[in-house]
């Protein structure tokens, strides 16, 4: 092992620059936020605290080697006046005890970078999140015998101030349930992967509870029709829907708060740059009454199934009415009060997915205008950080309206997400968002949902096209997604953007990356990653990754609709308006896959301890046996158009044992158990009431999402889909066999498929399993590779199944 890993070492340092020339890459939009920069140096934590918050996560990650490293925070003037890393070898380093390594940093954040920078680059180790195997850290040298730098050391700048994290959902998909211990393993993640910029959305509620009820007369009872519940929060906070899955308890309001003073306080200490929450207009339905010459607008129904009122049509105080700048004042000034400081960056995305009432550039304009000096108002710092989505979701925002809002706000005071630029980039059909700073972003996952996809040569490559393109205005990169812990090779080479001037050969970054997620190089594994790069995280279709697998979003469909061919899925959408349902999505040959999950197996045995490597081996088995399932379900119905009762029958019934085996093949790794979901959500809890309403708000969100009638499902239904043990076995398997039984009764009686009763039993199913109580593992169980084993050799050694397409 010794002699592989110097091996390793030996490779790794004649592929790196051991000493950067320090070299100043700044872009137009680096230039116009330089105020704000400069602000936020002067207020950072003092270097000791910075200092001490850097070690205590080092003595989380790995408190056996914490005293191998010295930390020392450093002005940018020592980086050419950027922010940056540097690692030497300690001047102490040959007296035994004394700390080997020397790590200065601009910050807490750099410091730790530059941690894992080095247990990367020279150790062979891997950091990832808990639930997708956790770390690999057994590759580290013992204390005393770490790798030494060769010569001065190495030197390494950020190309663009910013590392953004999260999405305005990402705090309802993935944060929902989390305590302080999470919360804590989270911000250490963020920090060692140089993530300085992150959202920091929790207890806002509570914010807005003070400053409605004390300043603006709105009531308790107002707010809980105002409020949406946990589960919910991030639409009812863009004003997509109120009251769904409320009201929220006063006990949940008073954790909240504590947990955001807790997070920013600690993000503070790290030296990041945590970006709050501003007013978007989205106001309680009471304050028409308060204010009755109010300019307030009912807005238009979002996904009810019947514009019911008790959810949709949320109320909009118009940008350019006195109130609105008095209310955004209001905010900031209490969330300053509340938690001591901000970082002046704060996000607002009111048209999100709600289209102003005129293109008129002119009201655009007027409005932004407004929403900003509510900011200022609050803060004569603030800078304004709005999300991209608008611009490639809506066909409303042309170039003219884009203009009008965009420019409405002085250069350097708003910052936009380019929120999907890795598939579909603003920046390049918007002369760089007209002069606007913007920040380059990964979205990749949306809604949680578990897929193995990725785009990574456009990660390796398409943020230095745009920083490096004429007259950029690019300021960062960012990861953007709806959910987390999920591919984790896709966040550990968008991480590594943060800190890359020059594009990243993909392939090459690939070789050494199972050696250090699973702490050891194994041929047949290195080359299944091979054909998974250009497979699974090849996708180039352009096509939004929703998982709409057959298993997890079952079709609600006539069967006339389910030909094979209407599987097939066109460029660049999953849904044609004139289509009946979402299609699955398939970019790659399947056969080539199933030949990366054989080399898996075969490798397997000498991995089997490695929790990195069983995650990796049960996805890619669910990989495959999703997209077996698609293609089993479309046998099912081609045998069902030919009247072939006894194909129907045996093929269902495959299908069933299928969903069934693939629970327990879920349920062999805790990265992909029910149980944990359902549990935290209820450990928020302080009564019995909670616990049920916070159990529903979990359940629900994962399956029928919003309202439904008895006959007539959610329009947002199964968007949160998940492949979790218990999930398939008790809801996902017993939907499908719903299906079935109205396949065969067709057949049987001669008659056509009966929509409406399938449609109306299944829904039942739905709403009872909402309401259930039963309690799911929250530990896993049984062996991966064993599991896999069978099951490859079950289903997929000799099946016919969707080859090249």
């Known amino acids: 092992m010794a002699s592989a890993m110097t091996a390793y070492i030996a490779v790794v340092l004649t592929t790196i620059i051991l000493l950067f020339t320090v070299t100043h890459s700044s872009t137009l939009g680096v230039e116009y936020v330089s105020r704000l920069l400069q602000v936020q140096d002067r207020e950072r934590a003092p270097s000791s605290v910075q200092i001490s918050a850097a070690r205590a996560v080092l003595d989380r990650l790995i408190p056996s080697h914490s005293p191998s490293f010295d930390f020392q925070i450093i002005t940018k003037e020592h980086c050419g006046g950027v922010s940056c890393f540097s690692i030497s070898n300690h001047p102490s380093s040959n007296v035994q005890g004394a700390p080997e390594i020397l790590i200065r940093g601009v910050t807490g954040v750099e410091l730790l970078s530059g941690v894992h920078w080095y247990l990367k680059n020279l150790c062979g180790a891997h950091i990832s999140w808990d639930k997708t195997g956790g770390s690999q850290l057994s590759s580290v040298p013992k204390p005393g015998s ?31 349930w989390w305590d302080w211990k999470r919360w804590e393993k989270e911000i250490d993640w963020m920090a060692l992967q140089g993530i300085n910029m992150p959202l920091a959305f929790t207890g806002q509620e509570a914010i807005w509870q003070k400053v409605f009820q004390q300043k603006f007369n709105i009531s308790s009872s107002d707010l809980d029709d105002f409020f949406g519940g946990p589960a919910f929060l991030a639409w009812s906070r863009m004003a997509n829907l109120h009251g769904w899955g409320g009201p929220l308890p006063q006990s949940w309001l008073d954790q909240q708060l504590v947990m955001q003073k807790k997070i920013l306080a600690r993000m503070y200490e790290l030296g990041m740059t945590p970006v709050l929450p501003a007013f978007s207009g989205n106001v309680p339905a009471a304050l028409k009454n308060v204010y009755p010459s109010a300019k307030i607008t009912r807005l238009g129904n979002w996904f009810t199934v019947d514009s019911n009122p008790k959810w949709c049509c949320t109320y909009l105080l118009d940008a350019t009415d006195p109130l609105f700048i008095e209310i955004g004042k209001a905010f900031i000034s209490q969330q300053v009060k509340e938690y001591g400081r901000s970082s002046h960056i704060y996000n607002c995305d009111t048209f999100d997915e709600n289209t102003p009432p005129t293109d008129d550039p002119n009201y655009i304009s007027s409005l932004a205008a407004a929403i900003f000096k509510g900011m200022q108002s609050g803060d004569d710092e603030a800078v304004w950080l709005m999300q991209g989505w608008l611009f490639a979701y809506d066909p409303y925002w042309r170039p003219p309206q884009m203009q009008a809002l965009l420019h409405a706000v002085p250069i350097g005071k708003m910052i936009v997400l380019d929120l999907f630029a890795e598939v579909k980039p603003i920046w390049t059909s918007s002369d760089q968002f007209y002069g606007v700073p913007y920040i380059w972003c990964m979205l990749h996952n949306f809604a949680g949902n578990v897929e193995m996809y990725g785009v990574l040569d456009s990660l390796g490559s398409g943020p230095v ?20 812990e999920q591919n984790p090779v896709v966040y550990d080479l968008m991480s590594e953007m943060a800190f890359q001037h020059k594009k990243i050969n993909v392939k090459t970054w690939l070789d050494s990356y199972s050696s250090r997620r699973y702490g050891k190089f194994v041929p047949l594994v290195q080359e299944a990653w091979n054909i998974l790069y250009h497979t699974l995280y090849n996708c180039t279709d352009g096509a939004y990754d929703k998982n709409r697998d057959v298993i997890v979003a ?252």
């Open 146 to 176: 770490l790798p030494r730098m060769q010569d001065d050391g190495l030197l390494i700048q950020r190309p663009v101030p910013w590392n953004y994290y999260q999405n305005a959902v990402t705090s309802s998909y993935t944060f929902a």
């Open 465 to 484: 096209d745009a920083r490096i393109s004429n007259n950029s205005t690019m300021v960062g990169v960012g990861m953007s997604m709806e959910g987390i």
């Open 554 to 805: 079952f079709p609600d469909v006539d069967p006339s609709f389910l030909s094979r061919k209407s599987f097939l899925n066109k460029k660049n959408q999953l849904k044609d308006t004139d289509e009946a349902f979402d299609k699955p999505h398939l970019w790659y040959s399947t056969s080539e896959v199933i030949r990366a999950l054989q080399l898996f197996i075969e490798g397997g045995n000498e991995l089997s301890e490695s929790n990195t490597f069983r995650y990796d081996l049960v996805d890619l088995t669910r990989q495959a046996l999703a997209k077996y399932a698609n293609d089993l379900f479309v046998d099912v119905i081609e045998a069902y158009e030919s009247k072939y009762s006894d194909g129907v029958v045996f093929l269902s019934e495959k299908f069933l044992e299928l969903v069934d085996d693939m629970d327990m093949l879920l349920g062999c790794h805790e990265g992909f158990l029910l149980g944990p979901w359902l549990e935290s959500s209820k450990q928020l809890a302080i009564n019995r009431e909670q616990e049920k309403q916070y159990e529903w708000n979990a359940r629900t969100q994962i399956t029928m999402w919003f309202d439904n009638t008895d006959k007539e499902a959610s329009l947002l239904r199964d968007y949160g889909n998940k492949y979790w043990s218990g999930l398939l076995r008790d809801y996902y398997g017993p939907r499908a066999a719903i299906y079935f039984k109205y396949l065969k009764e067709s057949l049987a009686k001669g008659n056509g498929f009966n929509l409406k009763s399938w449609r109306k039993e299944w829904i039942k199913l739905t709403n009872e399993w909402q309401d259930g109580k039963y309690v799911y593992p929250i530990k896993s169980e049984g062996d991966a590779l064993n599991t896999s084993r069978w099951l490859f050799n079950k289903y997929l050694r000799d099946s016919a199944i969707i080859s090249d397409h």
